[in-house]
C-alpha cells in the first residue's frame, strides 16, 4: 500500500484537516483524518479495512511525523486498533466499552 495526503482549508489558512490515505493501486483501503484544533492535533472516524494493518500503521507514521513537533496527537481509537496506536506511543487516557481516548506524549 502507498499513502497519500490531503488537505482541507478556508481561503489561505492553514488546513483544518489533513487527510492521510492509504491506497493499493486504485482502492482505498484506509484514511486517517486528522484536525488542527488549538495545540492537538485530533484523530478520529478512521477506517481500515480487513487485514491493512500494515497501511495503517504507516498512515500513523505519517500522522506522528506531520504534527508530532508542534502538536499533541490525540485520537478516538476502536478498540481492536489500541495495541497499534500503543506501539506508536500512544497511552489511554479513558475507556469506553468499544472505543478509547488515546494521546502521544514525547
Same mark, same amino acid.
Do not use: S, Y
Given at each position: 500500500a502507498t499513502t497519500e495526503i490531503y488537505t482541507l482549508s478556508l481561503h489561505? !489558512? /492553514?488546513?483544518? =484537516?489533513?487527510? =492521510?490515505? !492509504?491506497?493499493? $493501486?486504485?482502492? &482505498? &483501503? $484506509? =484514511? /486517517?483524518? &486528522?484536525?488542527?484544533?488549538g495545540k492537538e492535533a485530533i484523530i478520529n472516524n478512521y477506517y481500515i479495512g480487513k487485514d491493512q494493518e500494515e497501511a495503517f500503521a504507516l498512515l500513523l507514521v505519517d500522522a506522528i511525523a506531520a504534527f508530532d513537533a508542534d502538536k499533541t496527537l490525540v485520537a478516538v481509537v476502536q478498540v481492536e486498533h489500541q495495541a497499534i496506536f500503543e506501539k506508536h506511543g500512544f497511552t489511554v487516557e479513558k475507556a469506553w466499552k468499544l472505543y478509547v481516548k488515546m494521546r502521544r506524549d514525547e
Open positions: 489561505d !489558512a /492553514l488546513p483544518i =484537516f489533513i487527510w =492521510f490515505i !492509504a491506497t493499493n $493501486g486504485k482502492h &482505498v &483501503v $484506509g =484514511f /486517517l483524518p &486528522v484536525e488542527r484544533r
